[in-house]
């Protein structure tokens, strides 16, 4: 078990578990490779406890790894950007990865701003960006002096040297948006990560703090849940939609019980 700074621990082997890994990784490319589609295919996006908290004019949930995985486990929820890039950062890092966590500001094409956290991960002295809140495939190798460029996936986006750090230009399948996100900073502590993700909440146009949004890859597609409808976008072909309530929550592998509330207004 391995202890959080709240005192909470967390169990290493039951987190790879649920990413049906059953041994032990290496500290190599390969293995940061299979963790990362391996979270990309099972961990949602979900916005569904901030939304609770939003509406209910509570905290947000907490940003301490060993509480997001507990909510994981418990409902099949993780969590938005920071949720995802907290957890996933706290596994590399227990397993010996050198991963960090990076904040920074987005402005969408739709004229949305927010807020969004990643990792990267320095391996033999090679940075690799893992973004498990835009998937993007596998590890993107990230350089100085020139873009990456990574399409066919759940996230197709370039990635730019950007003064000290990088900008990534994504594009978002189920509705068009083209969204930059200016990383900033490095996220060092929970302390700053909640005082970013606390900005979101002035986000007066963000989907996120008003209806349920889950985002989920699954082989050759995304599937997301946004606006009272289920978009089932593959990579290549037609989108298809269709309605969607609290039951369609099983479909990402979260128990609707949980948050059936939501779509009470």
């Known amino acids: 078990m391995l202890p959080a700074p709240s005192g909470i621990e967390w169990s290493l082997e039951r987190v790879l578990s649920r990413l049906n890994i ?19 295919l099972s961990v949602p996006f979900t916005n569904l406890d901030k939304l609770a908290a939003v509406r209910a004019g509570a905290a947000l949930p907490s940003l301490e790894p060993a509480s997001i995985f507990a909510r994981l486990f418990e409902t099949g929820a993780c969590g938005t950007c920071f949720s ?81 750090l990088w900008r990534m230009d994504c594009l978002i399948l189920h509705n068009g948006d083209r969204r930059q996100v200016h990383l900033e900073e490095e996220l060092r502590d ?25 985002r989920l890859e699954v082989p050759g597609a995304c599937l997301t849940l946004a606006g009272g409808k289920l978009f089932t976008v593959p990579f290549v072909g037609e989108v298809s939609v269709a309605p969607a309530g609290p039951e369609t929550l099983a479909r990402f592998g979260i128990d609707p019980a949980h948050y059936e509330a939501l779509w009470v207004r």
């Open 22 to 40: 059953t041994d032990a990784p290496t500290i190599d490319h390969a293995s940061l490779a299979r963790l990362y589609r391996a979270w990309s």
């Open 190 to 214: 929970t302390a700053q990560a909640i005082e970013r993700w606390q900005r979101t909440l002035a986000e007066t146009q963000s989907p996120f703090n008003k209806l349920p949004v889950v």
């Open 84 to 164: 995802h890039a907290r957890a996933f950062q706290a596994l590399l890092a227990a397993l010996g990865f050198d991963a960090r966590n990076y904040v920074g500001r987005t402005l969408g094409s739709d004229g949305i701003a927010g807020q969004h956290a990643t990792t990267i991960v320095t391996i033999d002295d090679a940075l690799w960006l893992v973004d498990t809140a835009l998937p993007h495939g596998a590890p993107l190798r990230l350089w100085r002096d020139r873009a990456t460029e990574v399409a066919g996936v759940m996230t197709p986006m370039t990635v730019h040297p950007e003064g000290a």
